[in-house]
């Protein structure tokens, strides 16, 4: 990358300056960033609806929480070997592999119904087991390359603006985890019944893996691949281990219990709107002298409310990461924690507040607001991260970290699933808002800041 263009990137980070940045990247990194923005809206159409199409297909609250732990498996062991695959096959072939697989898992998601109940040698086969089939495949593409995606930015960025390019890359991407919900909830409302409707969701995921996948394979320049001989194992991740910054120890603590926390949860947030309050969204909107009727199902109208949640993240990133530069990192990367911590107790108990001076639809959309405020600390703590990395370590430090944090995660989603199922849903959403803020407060006394932002 040139001087010229990193040179534009520490000096504008806001929303529109990171569009206009990204049509001047160099080819193979706009290739790339195509197909993470294809693979992206695919996986956000879809992955929030699947609590609620495992339901429909008739399975229980405690099955949803294994779902959620699967999903946290695959992310705490997807990244190493997908590293290592990519060194051995080169980047052209690992990308085109992990589209397919990804595409492949939205096609099992897709054709799931359709399978019906199945018996092999006496043993019954639920429909909804596809749904775990197809998550190892489609979570694939998302789990790929993330350690190299933070080591770039590194060695682009001048240290003591590291948010703010987190902020740039972050707001790009996350346009797509706007869209997506949004554009799921639309298609949604096509048809009254859930499971048909999704599919019509699912189908569309489908093309844009073909399109990403396809795409990235004809696009992308692999002359310039390496392509290694051998992924050295286990001996390295213990290495990378004993070898981690000192000062990522607090954050990791505090990091780990936070997003514990929100683990448990945060597969039942569709359940919440759909089961446990069954909001939808009626209003009629007057215009050029005519009245419209909106009328969503709470199923539809989850999907906005991950829109509106995603709006707030896309306006608050890029100021947030500006204010990290006076004020540091620590405090930013604080009051994204607190709200991660706060929103289950909030989701889960606020309307009853709200709705005394609200309705019930107008009070969920504030709280889905408030949810959005909990990424303006996430380039905070990206740089917070990556920053203590020495030259050149950038990716394996991140890979590290988030192999120790996802890993102690996979439990916490079926722990939420057994108290939302035989205990309450309730009780398990102020669990989790505890561990949330024994986390924030953990890393609010022993987190150390990043020196660049002192």
């Not at 879809?46 to 495992?54: G, L, N």
């Not at 639920?126 to 060695?155: E, M, N």
């Not at 007057?286 to 989850?302: K, M, N, Q, R, V």
């Amino acid at each position: 990358m040139s001087q010229e263009q990193v040179t534009v990137e520490t000096d504008e980070s806001g929303p529109l300056d990171t569009f206009r940045q990204f049509f001047a990247l160099e080819r193979d990194v706009l290739v790339l960033s195509l197909a993470m923005f294809a693979f992206s809206l695919g996986f956000q159409m879809t992955s929030r609806f699947i609590p609620e199409y495992i339901v429909a297909l008739g399975a229980s609250g405690f099955v949803v929480g294994l779902f959620g732990t699967v999903s946290n498996i695959v992310s705490a062991v997807f990244p190493y070997p997908g590293g290592a695959l990519s060194d051995r096959l080169g980047s052209r072939y690992a990308l085109t592999l992990f589209g397919l697989i990804s595409t492949l898992g939205f096609g099992v998601w897709l054709i799931a119904p359709h399978l019906g109940v199945i018996t092999v040698a006496g043993v019954t086969i639920p429909p909804w087991i596809w749904i775990f089939v197809g998550l190892l495949l489609a979570q694939g593409w998302k789990s790929f390359g993330l350690g190299a995606t933070f080591a770039v930015v590194k060695q682009a960025i001048d240290p003591s603006q590291l948010a703010a390019g987190f902020a740039s890359t972050e707001t790009f991407r996350r346009t797509a985890f706007l869209i997506g919900p949004v554009l799921a909830a639309v298609l949604i409302s096509f048809h009254p019944d859930f499971t048909v409707s999704f599919q019509y969701v699912l189908a569309v995921a489908v093309v844009f893996g073909i399109i990403g996948t396809v795409a990235q394979h004809i696009l992308y320049d692999a002359s310039e691949d390496s392509i290694g001989d051998s992924f050295e194992g286990l001996a390295q991740i213990r290495a990378d281990l004993r070898e981690m910054p000192s000062a990522l120890r607090p954050l990791l603590v505090g990091d780990t219990l936070v997003r514990f926390a929100n683990g448990m949860v945060y597969v039942f947030f569709v359940l919440v709107i759909t089961r446990f309050y069954q909001v939808g969204f009626e209003t009629t909107v007057s215009l050029a002298g005519f009245s419209y009727a909106i009328d969503l199902s709470p199923e539809a109208f989850f999907g906005f409310l991950l829109g509106v949640e995603m709006l707030i993240a896309l306006i608050s990133m890029a100021p947030a990461a500006k204010v990290a530069e006076r004020v540091g990192l620590k405090p930013v990367v604080a009051l994204g924690f607190a709200v991660y911590a706060l929103f289950p107790i909030v989701l889960i108990g606020g309307p009853e507040v709200l709705r005394a001076v609200m309705p019930l639809q107008w009070a969920m959309i504030l709280i889905f607001a408030f949810s959005g405020l909990r990424f303006a600390g996430l380039p905070s703590h990206k740089a917070l991260i990556v920053g203590p990395a020495e030259a050149g370590a950038g990716g394996r430090v991140t890979g590290t970290y988030y192999l120790l944090r996802n890993t102690v995660v996979i439990p916490s989603a079926a722990l939420g699933g057994y108290l939302w199922e035989f205990v309450n849903p309730e009780i398990a959403f102020t669990i989790a808002a505890v561990i949330g803020v024994i986390g924030t407060g953990y890393f609010l006394a022993f987190g150390e800041e990043f020196e660049a932002y002192v």
